[in-house]
């Protein structure tokens, strides 16, 4: 019978026919751990109200292109918690982060050296790095998805219209040495979506919503653990508070200037340009 005492038990109860042994284990957690969370706080009635209003008005605000519970997920360190349990590396491969909720578009594949900022905005930048497997050898052929916010800090998909489709994305297939390079501009740090009901709540508990600069990348090749990570820009403000708790040191990387007027013509840049260097490391699977 159900009491205060009982609740969890009487409920976990409920699911113990489970046929699926994960799906027992995962509600049975949840049950419990959702009671004691009730307990401690000695929910009210109208608290226990907001929250349903809450999470009711996060589904509403979610769309083809806008993932309001992904944000949930991250300004509550959730997605950053699921995705360092599930890659943890030990140090032998370059370590991963939060997707983020903007890889909803496919990136078009680009040659290497193309510019991916087809709105001409923004600082130039040459991105390039080399990609090897965790004996040091080079991955020939790699994939590596890339995708940033344009200089005013928004992605594509948030300003249909004002900016080009598949602006600041590319798919590019690495050479026989495992080497990438690319055209773009410096990242610029953005606040997530905050009109919505997670906007409210770091409105309510004092917090920003702003992430540092930093630019997304999937890398992957057959034989190969894939890394979905980001490389972040060492100046950037909001690096020791990320709103979505992303950032980790070994993924910060200066972003120095080179005046070298040949290097630029050859890559196609105006200069000076800016260079972003990002070797990646994957794991063997
Ligand atoms: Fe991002």
Redesign the pocket.
């Known amino acids: 019978m159900f009491s205060e005492e009982r609740s969890a038990e009487v409920v976990a109860a409920s699911f113990a026919g489970t046929p699926d042994d994960r799906l027992r284990t995962v509600m049975g957690a949840l049950v419990r751990h959702l009671h004691a969370f009730v307990k401690e706080v000695e929910l009210t009635e109208a608290e226990w109200a907001t929250a349903i209003d809450f999470l009711t008005r996060t589904g509403q605000k979610s769309d083809a292109t806008r993932q309001e519970f992904i944000l949930l997920s991250d300004v509550l360190g959730v997605s950053m918690l699921v995705e360092t349990i599930n890659h943890r590396t030990g140090g032998a491969s370059t370590e991963s982060t939060v997707l ?1 909720p ?1 890889h909803m578009v496919e990136s078009p594949f680009r040659e290497l050296g193309a510019d991916v900022a087809l709105d001409g905005k923004g600082t130039p930048c040459l991105v390039s790095g080399q990609v090897t497997g965790d004996d040091g050898k080079a991955v020939p052929g790699a994939t590596v998805d890339i ?3 344009n200089e005013d800090g928004f ?1 594509d998909v948030q300003q249909p219209g004002i900016q080009p489709e598949l602006n600041l994305r590319g798919l590019f297939t690495a050479d026989d040495d495992g080497r990438f390079w690319f055209r773009s501009v410096v ?1 610029k740090y ?1 606040p997530i979506p905050d009109d919505g009901p997670v906007g409210q709540l770091l409105d309510a508990t004092g917090r920003h919503p702003y ?1 540092p600069a ?3 990348f999937i890398v992957s090749a057959p034989g190969y653990r894939p890394v979905t990570t ?1 490389v972040f820009v060492a100046d950037s403000p909001y690096l020791d508070s990320d709103a979505v708790f992303g950032v980790k040191e070994s993924l910060i990387r200066e972003v120095p200037e080179v005046d070298d007027p040949e290097r630029a013509a050859a890559a196609g840049l105006p200069n000076p340009f800016r260079t972003l260097t990002f070797d990646i490391v994957l794991q063997r699977s």
């Open positions: 983020g903007f995708w940033q916010a992605y990242p953005y992430r930093h630019l997304h980001h």
